[in-house]
């Protein structure tokens, strides 16, 4: 009997560097093991507008995958950055402090800006190929920092590739994605560069 599994992922910390494709730009993310949690950490540097824009980011999860906590930190020009996301066990989302309604029972944060987050469905989920899940995600937009609600689905076609949908079909992408969920290539966007 041949058994095909779902979750192919490793489990092992890596890493991984991506080149922008739509502008000038590069980022680097490291995810971590630690004692029953994921941390996801990593630095976009990129030309917004003429620009330049650094933001590092931290976002923790717990084993199942579940966003507990996010901090963006960096510039826009000369526009200091500084956002602290936390999830209550409740699942209610703080921005800054603040409590933000409209993302309320969100499991995922989605950086705007990052191809980073998309790891964090696609191992949260497990999809089996052929099948489909929708989530909805709380994504921070880029570059007003506002955190809303975004409808989001993702179809597994391959072992290692991904159909992504935003906004009711809005957008769409396919998501090539390495043994451990990064993205290493993303519609355009985005191609990893180098990765361990």
Known sequence: MVV????????????ILWSRLD?????????????????????????????????????????????????????????????EIVVTPDA?????????????GCLDIDLNFSPSTNLLPVRRLKLPVGHEAAVRAAWLRFP???????????????????????GGGRFTAQLDVNDVGFPTNYAGLWRAEASA
Do not use: M
């Open 23 to 83: 502008r000038p730009g590069h980022e680097s993310a490291r995810l971590i093991q630690s004692a029953g949690s994921w941390h996801l950490t990593g630095s976009a540097v990129f030309a917004e507008k003429g620009q330049p824009v650094r933001l590092d980011y931290l976002i923790i999860c717990d084993a199942a995958w579940k966003t507990q906590s996010a901090i963006v930190a960096g510039w826009i020009g000369n526009r200091e950055i500084a956002i």
């Open 144 to 166: 007003s920092f506002e955190l809303e609600a975004l409808e989001q689905v993702y179809r597994r076609v391959s072992s290692r590739t991904f159909i992504y949908e935003s």
């Open 4 to 15: 095909t599994r779902n979750d192919p992922w490793t489990s092992a910390d890596a890493s």
């Open 92 to 104: 209610r989302w703080l921005l800054n402090n603040e409590p933000v309604a409209s993302v309320r």
